[in-house]
């Protein structure tokens, strides 16, 4: 397994596994939580969810999918912007606790920016981190403009991470938001990094996978991998894509596909507003 540090110094995963549409179905559920369970089995030890993610439905499969094995996880859930108020978001994680059959939870995002002050939901953060509810927490779907406002208030350069949209589709991030957070030694989780199964066609991903014998997720997991302070969170269902998805992390890209790619997949020349899904 490859690692990133988080600004504390603590290594965690750079290959995970996301959770989104998982718990939506009562039928598929099991099938869920064993692809999860064959993804730690694999060393994909962080696992990604959310309280939105079918309703909590998706925390509860992530919960039976670590039922005895809690220790191996670092654990990342995320708090509806509604909920985000000091108040609000110590109640929210207590029930996303519940449903994930756990005391704690290892990062704790903001899931989006939303009405309420950000101050307010900083005050809720350190009150369940101060509680040992939350051992860290961080923001999702920051533009460079938010993260500065964030860290311009006490405590706010505490934060852990920004999950953004990147993939080499949505580039945006290269041109200001990467480089503000590596500045800051601040990892940047990458979501959809396979643009939710969409990428998987494109012609020059098939010809730079046919080249390394490996499969075009493999080789969209490795670039968005290429670079230190990137962690990658592609949901897996299946048992099959998450062995696949270990895969990207013994491909290395030569400086030839990089380029191969850059002509498919342009980089930014601009700042753009930030992607989201
Ligand atoms: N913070 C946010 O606002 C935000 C937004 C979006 C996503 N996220 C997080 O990021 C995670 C990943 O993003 P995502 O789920 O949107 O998209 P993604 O990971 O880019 O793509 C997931 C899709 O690709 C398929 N897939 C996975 N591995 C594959 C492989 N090796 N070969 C072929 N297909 C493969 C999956 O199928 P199966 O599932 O059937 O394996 C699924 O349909 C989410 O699950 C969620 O945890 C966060």
């Known amino acids: 397994m490859r690692y990133v540090s988080l600004t504390g110094g603590e290594r965690v ?30 060393g994909l030890e962080l696992i990604d969810t959310a309280e939105m993610y079918g309703e ?30 000091a108040a609000g978001a ?15 939870i290892d990062l704790y995002l903001l899931h989006w920016r939303g009405g309420v002050p950000l101050a307010e939901t900083l005050e809720g953060f350190e009150r369940l981190r101060a509680a040992g509810k939350i051992r860290h927490w961080g923001v999702s779907n920051f533009d460079v403009s938010d993260m500065e406002e964030l ?4 405590g706010g350069s505490g934060a852990a991470t920004d999950q953004v949209l990147y993939n080499l589709t949505r ?23 396979i643009e939710q199964g969409r990428l998987l066609s494109r012609p020059e ?14 080789v969209a997991l490795a670039w968005a991998l290429r670079q230190d ?24 890209l030569a400086e ?16 753009r507003p930030l992607e989201v899904l």
């Open 13 to 42: 995963p750079a290959l995970g596994l996301g959770t989104w549409h998982m718990g939506e179905r009562a039928q598929a559920r099991g099938a869920e939580a064993a692809a999860l369970r064959r993804g730690l089995d694999l």
């Open 56 to 85: 909590g439905g998706a925390e509860e499969v992530v919960g039976e999918a670590m039922a005895g094995r809690r220790d191996e996880v670092f654990l990342v859930s995320k708090v509806y912007p509604h909920n985000a108020s």
């Open 90 to 104: 110590v109640a929210a994680c207590e029930r996303s606790l519940a449903r994930l059959a756990t005391d704690r």
């Open 151 to 154: 860290v311009g208030l006490a």
């Open 171 to 193: 580039r945006g991030i290269e041109y200001d938001l990467l480089p503000w957070c590596r500045e800051r030694n601040l990892p940047v989780m990458a979501y959809s990094p």
């Open 205 to 218: 991903l098939k010809r730079v996978a046919a080249l390394h014998g490996a499969t075009p997720a493999q």
């Open 229 to 252: 302070g990137v962690i990658a969170i592609p949901r897996a269902a299946t048992p099959a894509h998450a062995r696949e998805n270990r895969g990207a992390l013994d491909l290395r």
């Open 256 to 271: 030839q596909d990089l380029a191969a790619l850059d002509r498919a997949f342009p980089p930014p020349t601009a700042a």
